[in-house]
């Protein structure tokens, strides 16, 4: 049943009038902002970690003296690999934002559903990617403050 609806649903030619087109024009411009953003935030952070490197451990390790010595059960050297890595994930989760826009900005000014389509499934896997990050952050703070007791 489900594969008559998106058969009949990829052969139907999709018009867009004014309204939905400066909706989607609105949408293009924030999300490449925001994205950009985050980018720009993202490699700043990475490249920080990178240079104090050796000097951020070493802080990291004696802030974490009041934690015996490890957070979560983590030394200074893991805990900044996995800030690296959630910098990381944060960049691609972007990055489809990011190619929501372009692929977008670009079905508007070809008229073309075909990548307006591929647009959409940019912002499906972004919002997929967004939402289990924010569970597992949820998750996280849980486990601490349930620790903590």
């Not at 890595?85 to 079905?107: D, G, M």
């Not at 990617?129 to 952050?137: C, N, R």
């Amino acid at each position: 049943m489900d594969n008559i609806k998106t058969d009949q649903l990829t052969n139907l030619d999709l018009e867009i009038d004014e309204g939905a087109t400066e909706a989607f024009s609105s949408a293009i411009k924030w999300t490449r902002f925001i994205s950009i953003v985050v980018f720009c935030f993202c490699g700043l952070l990475f490249f920080a970690f990178l240079a104090g490197g050796s000097d951020f451990i070493e802080g990291f390790n004696k802030g974490l003296q009041k934690y015996n010595g490890s957070f979560f059960g983590l030394d200074g050297t893991t805990l900044l690999i996995g800030i690296i890595a959630v910098i990381i994930f944060v960049a691609v989760v972007y990055y489809f934002l990011f190619n929501f826009s372009a692929k977008t900005k670009n079905a508007l000014v070809a008229e073309n559903t075909g990548e307006l389509g591929k647009g959409l499934k940019s912002l499906k896997i972004y919002f997929i990617l967004y939402s289990a990050f924010s569970a597992i952050s949820i998750l996280l703070m849980l486990y601490s403050i349930i620790e903590s007791f």
